[in-house]
């Protein structure tokens, strides 16, 4: 049977205009009115190495966003990158879904594709960063999963060795298939869309998936969006930095030396 892998993004605001989002302090929303958005950094690193082991092995690669409609820009830009098809999960039910009713909306997406072998997700996102998503996945599908991934080593289509970062050195794990992975950016380097690739892109199928592909899965409409979420955000607090500015004057040299035993009072040296 030919390989399948599944990669899951997420559509995130780009870390380069984080200054234009606020946070709704009632719902403890993100608002990203106005920002730019993107495919979350890592999910690229996650694609990169699905098309890698696609250009070894051969097979299909899929990807799915569960997002609001303009989340079918990722999908674009991913099948622009090389990915075989796409799909989107959209619907108004999803609205508010916690990482746990993502997962479970995901997980049905990914059966609506059919049988998978591998599905590699980034670590974490840009914006909320839980790095939940990837093992709730993996317990939805009923496979095994592993975190923290920086190499991927696939001899065959029946098992993977990974390389999983741990503090002060990483583990070897070998996994058999299927599994869900989440994977680190030291993983690869992502390759761009090419302007041949943006043309093929245009013409690769994208699925437009609502509720009613979660319950031909047997999720039931109230274990979706707000309902079927068993955290809330009851507080956001914004931290707040205070800086203290000392002016140094004189010549280099004294200047130098006041900062140093600045430095040394302070303890920082
Ligand atoms: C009570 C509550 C309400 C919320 N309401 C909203 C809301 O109304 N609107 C909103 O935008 N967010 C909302 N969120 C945030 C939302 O839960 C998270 O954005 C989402 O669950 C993903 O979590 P994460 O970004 O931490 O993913 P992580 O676990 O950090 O992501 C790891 C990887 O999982 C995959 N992944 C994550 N999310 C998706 C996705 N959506 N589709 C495909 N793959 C994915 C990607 O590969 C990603 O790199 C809410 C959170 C809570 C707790």
């Known amino acids: 049977m030919q390989l399948h892998i599944v990669v899951a993004v997420k559509q995130v605001p780009d870390p380069d205009h984080f200054d234009g989002l606020s946070v ?24 990169e190495e699905a098309l890698r082991i696609k250009e070894r092995l051969g097979g299909t690669v899929s990807v799915i966003t569960m997002g609001p409609p303009l989340a079918r820009r990722i999908i674009e830009d991913a099948l622009a990158m090389g990915a075989d098809r796409g799909a989107i999960l959209c619907d108004p039910s999803f609205a508010g879904s916690d990482t746990l009713a993502t997962a479970r909306i995901v997980s049905a997406g990914i059966r609506n594709f059919g049988e998978f072998d591998l599905v590699i997700c980034g670590n974490e996102t840009v914006d909320s960063s839980t790095g939940q ?26 098992r993977i060795i990974v390389e999983r970062v741990v503090e002060g050195g990483y583990l070897t794990v070998e996994v058999k298939l299927p599994a869900v992975i989440s994977v680190l950016k030291t993983i690869n380097t992502f390759r761009l869309p090419s302007v ?74």
């Open 196 to 269: 041949a690739g943006i043309v093929e892109a245009a013409g690769k199928e994208i699925r437009e998936l609502d509720a009613s592909a979660c319950r031909m899965f047997g999720v039931g409409d109230h274990e979706l969006g707000l309902e079927g979420s068993p955290t809330r955000v009851l507080e956001v607090v914004e931290s707040t930095m205070k800086r203290n500015a000392l002016m140094m004057t004189g010549e280099p040299e004294d200047v130098a030396k006041q900062l140093v035993v600045k430095l040394r009072e302070l303890q920082v040296i």
């Open 133 to 158: 998503v990837p093992p709730q996945l993996a317990e939805f599908l009923n496979v095994v999963h592993v975190t923290h991934v920086r190499r991927i080593d696939m001899p065959g289509t029946e």
């Open 24 to 47: 709704d302090r009632r719902t403890g929303s993100i608002s990203r009115a106005g920002v730019p958005l993107i495919i979350n950094p890592l999910d690229r690193h996650a694609l």
